[in-house]
């Protein structure tokens, strides 16, 4: 697979490389690869190629500039003319850590594992509003705020893919949020709730935002997602008991 610049090879001193996983993505194609070195070094580096470069540029920008404030995205490890390559982020994806969650069915509001992660996930929401208003003078939200784009770390939560991100207000993005999380099959349950009021009490409470304009976009979202899925069983005036 001849796509990787002479630059990137040179500089890293590397004579091989083997596909080890492909992630799953709607928008792209995303790659595990290991790359070894003329001395027996090993890399673990993430390949997004991208469908539309324009795409690359923006990421790009964003994340590096997260990066340099300090914030935990991946690292940019060399770029091309339509792929990155990142720094692997070794965790748990936070959807699937949400699903093992779901299953010990313990309270959100009572277990101190979920306290903490909604927490370190709070400011780090607050750290990536804050990063890029000051690099761009105006409000830029995430957009795709899907479970998927965040890794969860024994330290810390990681976040990543930004090529959707816009001008917008953060009730947007938790009001996204939450109606993701509650429409992951299966949708509207009980617990699915219960977490919701979670971060309603930890995130939206730390971030100083309005839950009456947060939950104007849950309805909003799950009307869009009603529509967009063709699902009848996405009905927005189920989520009233939580208004």
């Not at 997260?66 to 070794?90: C, F, M, R």
């Not at 939206?204 to 979202?221: H, P, R």
Request: charge should be neutral.
């Amino acid at each position: 697979m001849q796509m990787f610049s002479r630059d990137l090879c040179e500089k890293w001193n590397i004579i091989s490389w083997r596909c080890q996983k492909e992630f799953y993505s709607k928008k792209n194609r995303v790659f595990l690869y290991n790359f070894t070195g003329y001395q027996g070094e090993s890399w673990d580096w993430v390949i997004k190629i991208y469908t539309h470069p324009r795409s690359l540029s923006k990421e790009a920008q964003i994340m590096q500039a997260l990066y340099d404030e300090g914030l935990a995205v991946p690292k940019i490890i060399a770029s091309g003319a339509n792929y990155l390559v990142l720094e692997y982020i070794q965790g748990k994806n936070l959807l699937t850590w949400f699903e093992e969650q779901e299953k010990k069915a313990q309270k959100p509001a009572g277990s101190k594992e979920i306290t903490s992660v909604l927490e370190q996930w709070a400011l780090w929401f607050a750290d990536f509003y804050g990063i890029l208003h000051r690099k761009y003078g105006y409000s830029i939200i995430l957009n795709d705020v899907n479970l998927r784009n965040f890794i969860v770390t024994e330290q810390e939560i990681f976040g990543f893919d930004f090529e959707d991100c816009r001008t917008g207000k953060k009730e947007e993005d938790l009001g996204r949020l939450c109606a993701f999380i509650l429409t992951y099959d299966p949708i509207f349950t009980f617990w699915k709730y219960q977490f919701v009021l979670a971060i309603k009490d930890i995130i939206v409470k730390s971030l100083n935002l309005s839950w009456e304009t947060v939950f104007k976009e849950i309805k909003k979202e799950l009307e869009c997602m009603k529509e967009r899925r063709q699902r009848p069983d996405i009905i927005p005036e189920r989520v009233d008991i939580i208004k």
